[in-house]
């Protein structure tokens, strides 16, 4: 069966301070992956998308990068956190065009 | 703007009632999707609908898609306190990437 990982599960960073989340997908191959941003109490913002690795599609001008070293592993990076980067963060994985799997998610906080 | 709206913004009712929450968008779709969010939690998928089709049911679960009025609708009957969750429509329009356009949910609470 199909399990996806995120971590770490919350993070407290000050501001200017570099981040890297990961998200590793396991049990198929070849998955569309994303990465989405949820304010508290808001729907999803989709950040970026990869249909293969080392192809990112950014959705959002923002802060953030992402990459996919490996297929089943993208990860969502920071050079400088601000503090509007706060927020829960969801990566998902699909396949065929139908219903996208989401990770158990990070809660980040940039003081 | 959201592709998905969804109509009320919070719901609280009693268990054992039925709960109705509305997904309006904006363009053609190739499916709308309903998930479900527990609180700190990831999303969990409950159900796809296609365009060309009208109706869906998943246990207690109903859903109806109207393309004409672009509208969909889920209907979860008996609802027990362990329903207590947000829900999130999301609309696929067929863009590459399978990409979902989220709704900015309805949260559900049921009384014991």
């Known amino acids: 069966s199909q399990t996806i990982h995120q971590w770490p599960a919350t993070l407290v960073q000050p501001v200017g301070s570099p981040l890297s989340l990961e998200c590793t997908v396991e049990?198929?191959?070849?998955?569309?992956l994303y990465w989405y941003r949820q304010a508290a109490g808001r729907g999803l913002q989709l950040l970026f998308y990869?249909?293969?690795?080392?192809?990112i599609s950014s959705e959002v001008p923002q802060n953030l990068s992402a990459s996919r070293p490996q297929d089943r592993q993208f990860i969502l990076s920071s050079k400088k956190l601000l503090l509007s980067d706060s927020g829960f963060y969801l990566c998902?994985?699909?396949?065929?065009?139908?219903?996208?799997?989401f990770g158990p998610g990070t809660r980040l906080t940039v003081l | 703007s959201q592709q998905g709206e969804e109509d009320p913004q919070a719901l609280s009712i009693q268990e054992g009632e039925n709960a109705t929450m509305n997904c309006s968008y904006k363009t053609s779709i190739n499916n709308l999707q309903w998930y479900r969010q527990n609180s700190g939690r990831g999303l969990v998928h409950l159900i796809l609908?296609?365009?060309?089709?009208r109706e869906k049911h998943s246990g207690r679960l109903r859903v109806t898609l109207d393309t004409s009025k672009k509208s969909s609708s889920l209907l979860i009957t008996a609802s027990r306190a362990a329903d207590t969750a947000s829900y999130f429509c999301a609309t696929d329009v067929g863009a590459a990437g399978n990409k979902l356009t989220f709704g900015g949910g309805t949260r559900v609470l049921v009384k014991p």
């Open positions: 609908i296609r365009s060309n089709e």
């Open positions: 049990g198929t191959s070849n998955p569309n």
């Open positions: 990869s249909v293969g690795i080392g192809q």
């Open positions: 998902a994985w699909s396949v065929n065009y139908n219903e996208q799997f």
